[in-house]
């Protein structure tokens, strides 16, 4: 069965970093489009980042962009999220998501990232 499950959050201080990372089985992983989500507490679903099956295609939030780096080891299978410059107001649980928005979608468990000092 497909499992995605991410791992790599923790406490971070404001302007430090962070690389997620999400270990993908049970799915021919380099066949599908990845996702990065991201839910503050108390708000709604915030989709931070997209990359295409092969790797060369991505796209950022405009909240995160210049910031983060989305990236796959399709040998692997596995996704990351490096995410630098961190801000308070991005601790959120982080969710990788396969295939968002179309038939087949899975999400992760998700990992907390918390930025504070």
């Known amino acids: 069965q497909v499992q995605l499950v991410e791992s790599g959050g923790g406490l971070v201080q404001p302007g430090g970093s962070l690389r997620l990372s999400c270990a993908a089985s049970g799915f021919t992983f380099s066949s599908y489009s990845m996702s990065w989500v991201r839910q503050a507490p108390g708000k709604g679903l915030e989709w931070v980042s997209v990359?295409?099956?092969?790797?060369?295609?991505?796209s950022y939030a405009d909240s995160v962009s210049g910031r983060f780096t989305i990236s796959r080891d399709n040998v692997k299978n596995t996704l990351y999220l490096q995410m630098n410059s961190l801000r308070p107001e991005e601790t959120a649980v982080y969710y990788c998501v396969k295939s968002i928005g179309l038939p087949g979608e899975f999400w992760g468990q998700g990992t907390q990232v918390t930025v504070s000092s």
């Open positions: 990359i295409n099956s092969g790797g060369g295609t991505l």
